[in-house]
């Protein structure tokens, strides 16, 4: 039977989105102080979400660049130029790195050197087809949702569309892909688990507003939030509702799974914690600007950006603000932990490294 909580927060009518995906609960040391280690500027605003791979830290920004510099020193190693903004993380599997645009092609580059391995585009011409966040790579597939309301997955290695799902509505948010099953949320607000393999449907669920937030999966339960100002827990085997939880104003924000708590973020500044038994309220805390940036959780503290631009790690079971930091516009993605140190991209232009 599934539980229904409230929590009181302003209402708001509208929501900004700019979806994001990371590993964002981790099991490493992180910085306990604001320790910039290094910044890499972009020269245009970043959108994208940093990635860590093979020593070298991958992001993408609003013109369609993406960056490649040592994880190390902050040094260019690469960049490749596409074709519109790239939004959320890329997705790397197999030193393969897999980035789309808002002109709706994905595009497919060799990690070490950024050489083209092949580019998909959509044969058929109907809304702009924008690939509005990040892609998803698993089983020798890349999967990645379209704004035209399609679900697409390619063989990894040539690029051939295997299946396509169409979920009649605009989609805007990451694929995420777990045991199988791809589960996806519409601007229609409902909620769609797919057969990764087949792309037919399994089961469908929904909510009372647009779902352009990736799904969450953590223990055998999906979580999912909504325009409509809920957070939704769904035990997978068996598709058993467990709880949903009213925020009070939209989520924008992937949640984070980490402790016995779940964490998201709100556009008007509020990062939540919920206990995972029951969807209650652990703790609220306003910050300063919209949260688009998804929490990461790691050594006790809650580390994520605002629309104002500061940057900041939360103790996770008190919620005080231990440490901030200021960069000059927007952080809209999430940030990534590797060996100690924390990169986020911000709309300044700067790639940063926190040590």
């Known amino acids: 039977m599934s539980r229904t909580t409230k929590m009181l927060l302003p209402a708001l009518a509208i929501f900004l989105l700019f979806p994001c995906m990371a590993f964002a609960a981790v099991n490493e040391s992180a910085p306990g102080a604001a320790n910039l280690k290094w910044k890499y500027e972009a020269g245009f605003g970043i959108t994208g979400a940093p990635v860590v791979y093979d020593g070298k830290v991958f992001v993408g920004d609003g013109e369609g660049t993406l960056h490649v510099v040592n994880a190390v020193t902050g040094q260019l190693v690469?960049?490749?130029?596409?074709?519109?903004?790239?939004?959320?993380?890329?997705?790397?599997m197999d030193g393969v790195v897999y980035i789309g645009g808002r002109d709706g092609s994905l595009s497919a580059l060799g990690a070490a050197n950024g050489d083209v391995r092949w580019e998909y585009t959509s044969k058929t011409v109907n809304t702009p087809g924008a690939i509005w966040a990040s892609p998803a790579a698993a089983d020798g597939k890349v999967f990645f949702c379209s704004s035209d309301g399609k679900v697409h997955a390619l063989n990894a290695k040539t690029g051939a569309q295997i299946w396509s799902f169409d979920t009649g509505k605009?989609?805007?948010?990451?694929?995420?892909?777990?045991?199988?099953?791809?589960?996806?949320?519409d601007h229609g607000g409902m909620f769609h688990a797919i057969d990764a393999n087949t792309g037919k449907k399994a089961w469908g669920g929904g909510a009372g507003g647009s779902i352009d937030t990736p799904a969450t999966t953590a223990d055998g339960v999906v979580y999912f939030?909504?325009?409509?100002?809920?957070?939704?827990?769904?035990?997978i085997k068996g598709v058993v509702p467990l709880w949903k939880t009213v925020i009070g104003e939209s989520v924008s924000t992937a949640a984070t799974v980490s402790g016995g708590k779940v964490y998201l973020g709100t556009p008007?500044?509020?990062?939540?914690?919920?206990?995972?038994?029951?969807?209650?309220?652990?703790?609220?805390?306003?910050?300063?600007?919209g949260i688009h940036s998804r929490p990461l959780v790691a050594d006790?503290?809650?580390?994520?950006?605002?629309?104002?631009?500061?940057?900041?790690a939360v103790n996770a079971m008190t919620s005080k603000t231990e440490w901030t930091f200021a960069t000059g516009r927007e952080i809209l993605s999430a940030p990534a932990l590797h060996n100690g140190v924390i990169y986020f991209g911000s709309m300044d232009g700067f790639l940063y490294a926190i040590e």
Do not use: M
Not at 174 to 184: I, Q, R
Not at 225 to 235: E, N
């Open 300 to 312: 006790g503290r809650v580390y994520f950006g605002s629309d104002q631009g500061v940057f900041f």
């Open 225 to 235: 939030g909504s325009a409509d100002g809920t957070l939704q827990a769904v035990r």
């Open 78 to 92: 690469w960049k490749h130029k596409g074709g519109t903004t790239i939004n959320g993380a890329p997705a790397i």
């Open 268 to 289: 008007t500044g509020y990062l939540v914690s919920l206990h995972v038994s029951d969807g209650s309220t652990a703790w609220t805390l306003p910050c300063q600007g």
């Open 170 to 185: 605009e989609l805007r948010s990451t694929p995420h892909y777990s045991d199988g099953l791809l589960f996806v949320g």
